[in-house]
């Protein structure tokens, strides 16, 4: 049963860099039925995207947070990251990994979904 | 402000059905597909429905999704007090290769 796992820092200070790793089980990252993102939630509200990587290394990224964001993948230690530059206390949030289906060779449906990890920017 | 547009909660007593709406524009929905997921208080998303109107292995079907045009919807029977959640639509744009999700529904299950 594939499951993935966040990993990283609970607390940023703003404008420092949020870094988190997320390790996937029980499946190969690089296998070519799926696609690894990131989600996150703020506190109290909805489901923001964040972006998307292949195993190959080619990303999508949200256009609201693609100045500041980079998806990275270890085929490895069958992991990818995230990390998000710059941030302020908007980007505080409960930030999910995820896998993605594939449809017709794009990314589809989100599953399974790791546990999440609060990262809270304060100084 | 989320770019599907859901109701903002719904209600209904128990062994009742409700449905909860999904609405986005040509651009998004098109020829997308639609998934559903379901938030229990304090856990992650759980994908509840994909490709508009599949049910991944496991879930019970009570749940059942369908798309016309630009707008889905999310149908549950047989409601259960363990059905009180959020509920979130989200799909693939694939023109511009983007994911995007509702604003969400808090269903209430009297």
């Known amino acids: 049963q594939l499951q993935l796992q966040e990993s990283g820092p609970g607390l940023v200070k703003p404008s420092e860099t949020l870094s988190l790793t997320c390790t996937v089980s029980?499946?190969?990252?690089?296998?070519?039925?799926?696609?690894w993102g990131w989600i996150r939630q703020p506190p109290g509200k909805g489901l923001e995207w964040i972006g998307t990587?292949?195993?190959?290394?080619?990303?999508y990224y949200n256009p609201s947070l693609n100045s500041r964001v980079t998806i990275s993948v270890d085929t490895s230690r069958n992991q990818f990251s995230l990390k998000l530059r710059s941030v302020t206390a908007a980007d505080t949030a409960v930030y999910y990994c995820?896998?993605?289906?594939?449809?017709?060779?794009?990314?589809?449906?989100?599953?399974?979904w790791g546990q999440g990890t609060l990262v809270t920017v304060s100084s | 402000q989320s770019v599907l547009t859901q109701p903002p909660s719904v209600s209904a007593a128990p062994g009742q059905k409700v449905t909860i709406s999904c609405s986005g524009s040509s651009s998004n929905f098109g020829d997308n597909h639609v998934s559903w997921y379901q938030q229990l208080p304090g856990t992650a998303p759980k994908l509840l429905i994909y490709?508009?109107?599949k049910r991944p292995s496991g879930i019970p079907d009570r749940f059942s999704g369908s798309k016309s045009g630009t707008s889905a919807t999310l149908g549950i029977t047989g409601l259960q007090t363990g059905d009180e959640a959020d509920y979130y639509c989200g799909t693939w744009d694939t023109s511009l290769s983007v994911g995007v999700f509702g604003g969400g529904t808090k269903l209430t299950v009297l």
């Open positions: 029980g499946g190969s990252i690089s296998s070519s039925s799926s696609y």
């Open positions: 995820v896998r993605q289906g594939v449809n017709l060779f794009t990314p589809s449906w989100f599953d399974p």
């Open positions: 990587i292949f195993y190959t290394g080619g990303t």
């Open positions: 490709e508009n109107n």
